[in-house]
C-alpha cells in the first residue's frame, strides 16, 4: 500500500515544545513533539480542544522530524504577583522558568495512508482557522509552513508526496535560507549529518519512549500517552544543499 507524507517547514526565532512541563519550570525538547504538531494542526482545522474523537484521529499521523539548524536552548522568566500562599494566609510572588529553543529550523514530516485526509490538512495550513505558533503564543513562525500552491501541487518538494517518511527526510531540499550558512557548507568536504526523530514501533531496537502522545487538550484535563520514536541522521549531501526550497522561503 503506498505511503503519502506531507512535508512541512517550521522555522522561527523561537520556538518551545514541552514535553515535562510542570510547576514553575516549563521544559523544550530539542524538536518538535507530537502534542505541539497536533496541537498546531487542530488550530488550522478549528478542532476544539475538548474534541477527543479529532485529537485522537489526528494523533494516528505518522511524524518525522529532520534537524536542518539545531536551536539554541535559552530560558526567560515569568514573573507572577500575588499567587494565593499553600496556607491561604497571604500571596506571594511566583516565578517560572520558561524554556525555548532560539533559531531552531525543522523539516516536519506526516505519513497517512489516505491522501485526503493530508490534503485537508495542507489546505487548513493554507487558510488556518485558528492563528498557529510554536508552542507559545508569542512565537508564531517565520516563514510559511507549507508552499503558496494548491493543495498537491510542489515544485520544490514541499508538499503532498507519494513517499514514506524516510525517503522524504533522506531526500527533501535542506530549508536553510541563509546563504552565508548554505555557501559554507558547500566549501566543507565534512559536513555534520542531519539528525531526524522518526515514529516507529515499540519493538523496534532503536525505540526511545517519548510520552508526548496526546489524548486530551481540555483546559484542567490535559492528558497525554507514550510513543515510542528512533533517532538517526542522514548525510548533509551537495543535492541537498543545491537544490532550493524556494516556497518555503
Not at 10 to 37: L, N, Y
Not at 83 to 103: E, F, K, M, W
Not at 128 to 149: E, M
Not at 184 to 210: F, G, H, K, M, Y
Amino acid at each position: 500500500m503506498p505511503a503519502y507524507s506531507l512535508a512541512l517547514c517550521f522555522d522561527a526565532p523561537m520556538q518551545s515544545w514541552g514535553v515535562r512541563s510542570r510547576g514553575s519550570i516549563r521544559d523544550t525538547g530539542r524538536e518538535p513533539s507530537k502534542s505541539g504538531v497536533i496541537g498546531l494542526l487542530g488550530a488550522a482545522l478549528g478542532i476544539a480542544r475538548d474534541n477527543h474523537e479529532a485529537i485522537a484521529d489526528l494523533a494516528q499521523l505518522r511524524m518525522g522530524v529532520r534537524v536542518d539548524r539545531e536551536g539554541i536552548l535559552e530560558r526567560d522568566f515569568h514573573t507572577v504577583q500575588n499567587v494565593p500562599t499553600t496556607t491561604g494566609t497571604g500571596h506571594r510572588t511566583a516565578v517560572s522558568h520558561r524554556y525555548y529553543l532560539a533559531d531552531a529550523l525543522f523539516l516536519v514530516v506526516l505519513q497517512h495512508q489516505q491522501p485526503e485526509k493530508l490534503n485537508q490538512i495542507l489546505a487548513a495550513l493554507h487558510d488556518p482557522i485558528w492563528p498557529l505558533f510554536f508552542g507559545r503564543r508569542a512565537f508564531p513562525p517565520a516563514r510559511p509552513i507549507v508552499s503558496s500552491g494548491r493543495p498537491g501541487e510542489h515544485l520544490t518538494g514541499l508538499g503532498l508526496l507519494e513517499q514514506p517518511i524516510e525517503q522524504v527526510l533522506a531526500t527533501h531540499p535542506w530549508l536553510e535560507n541563509r546563504d552565508e550558512i548554505r555557501t559554507a557548507q558547500r566549501r566543507q568536504e565534512l559536513r555534520n549529518p542531519l539528525r531526524t526523530v522518526v515514529d516507529c514501533t515499540p519493538d523496534d531496537q532503536a525505540a526511545e519512549i517519548r510520552p508526548d502522545l496526546p489524548l486530551s487538550f481540555t483546559h484542567g484535563d490535559r492528558r497525554y500517552t507514550t510513543r515510542t520514536v528512533r533517532t538517526g541522521h542522514v548525510p548533509l549531501t551537495d543535492r541537498l544543499i543545491n537544490t532550493e526550497a524556494a516556497t518555503c522561503i
